[in-house]
Structures are given as structure tokens and as C-alpha cells.
């Protein structure tokens, strides 16, 4: 799917390719709505949605980033499709099927601007290293054994890279992105990691 990152880096606005160092693993996502379609949990979906940002919002973290109006005009094209693709969920989140529902908020997931981290070097032309934008242990397995989740490698599920003016923001992003695969703030806290750790 397209990120954040994806998109700084395009040239004319649309991506050539899909990928983003993640903050937090992608697997991370997949588990969290595979999770959501697998409990048919229309309510804990459009709960997850409530706390996405608006595209209002969206700008703003943008903005408070340190993106230039320049720059916000050359990621255009990214902010439409998030607003885009925000207001088409907002509007069929009673209808749409669980599994399209889940695709598309998962989809928006994936633009928030802490989804990645890079895209403020991209949007200047400079990519991430390419160790960077590999998986760093992205395939790894989510188990569930007795109905409690575990994984292997799992200081792999947030990658040291993001960096971010609103540290709290993203800590908060951090926590919340891993309590929704756990089901538990408590047991996100000791996958967080820290720049200070």
C-alpha cells in the first residue's frame, strides 16, 4: 500500500513504488485487521477509525512536522487520497463489508504520518538506506496460543528509525498501534521501544 513515504518520494505526485521504512511493522497492521474480519467487529473497526486523524488533523501533524507549504502542496496528492479515502469510510462504515472496511481503513493506516519514517529526507529527493525500507523482521509470525498473542522477535515490531517533532504524539501512536494487536496497553508497553532504551 502507499505511504507517507511513498508519496514524498514520487515525482509528479504518484508513487512508483509502495514501500515505507515502517515504524511499527506492517505485520503489526495486517494482525490487527485480519483480527477485526476473523471477530467480524464492526464496532471495535469503527473505534479504531474514531482515533484516526480527520484530514484536518492529518494536515496539522503534517504541519507541525515542519512540512513547508511547499512541501504540503507537492504531497497533494497524498493528502487528497487519505481526505478522499476518509470520507468514503466515514460514509460506509455501517455498510460497507467488514473485509472492504478493513482494506480501506487499513489503507489510510498506512498514509498516517507516522506510518513511516523518511519521507521528510524524501520529500528534499534523499531515500532511506536500503536496509531502511527492508522488512527488519517484518515477516515475523504472530501466534495465538490460548487466546494471548505472541511473536518471535518482537523488539522487530518498532523500528528505531522514527524520529518525530511531537515525540509524545508518536509515543502515544506507538502504544496504541501495538495495544490494538494485544488487546492490551499493558503488555504494548514492553514492545515500545525507546530512543533513550
Known amino acids: 500500500m502507499p505511504t507517507l513515504y511513498s508519496f514524498a518520494l514520487a515525482r509528479g505526485g504518484n508513487p512508483v513504488v509502495n514501500e515505507g521504512p515502517h515504524t511499527v511493522a506492517n505485520v503489526v497492521y495486517r494482525a490487527v485487521f485480519e483480527d477485526f474480519v476473523a471477530r467480524d467487529d464492526r464496532a471495535g473497526l469503527k473505534a479504531y477509525f474514531a482515533k484516526m486523524p480527520t484530514p484536518d488533523q492529518f494536515k496539522k501533524i503534517l504541519q507541525d ?13 497524498c493528502i487528497s487520497e487519505y481526505s478522499n479515502g476518509h470520507a468514503k469510510v466515514a460514509g460506509e462504515i455501517d455498510t460497507a463489508s467488514i473485509k472492504d472496511l478493513a482494506l480501506a481503513i487499513w489503507r489510510l493506516a498506512n498514509l498516517h504520518p507516522y506510518a513511516t519514517y523518511g519521507w521528510k529526507g524524501a520529500l528534499r529527493g534523499k531515500k532511506v538506506s536500503a ?67
Open 131 to 197: 536496509r531502511s525500507s527492508k522488512g527488519k523482521g517484518e515477516k515475523i509470525k504472530v501466534r495465538l496460543k490460548k487466546k494471548i498473542k505472541s511473536v518471535t522477535r518482537s523488539s522487530a515490531l518498532v523500528d528505531r528509525g522514527g524520529k518525530f517533532v511531537d515525540q509524545d504524539g508518536y509515543e502515544v501512536y506507538k502504544l496504541d498501534k501495538l495495544a490494538a494487536m494485544y488487546f492490551s496497553k499493558k503488555k504494548a508497553k514492553r514492545y515500545v521501544v525507546r530512543d533513550d532504551d
Open 65 to 77: 512536522e515542519g512540512v513547508s507549504e511547499e512541501n504540503l502542496a507537492k504531497l497533494g496528492k
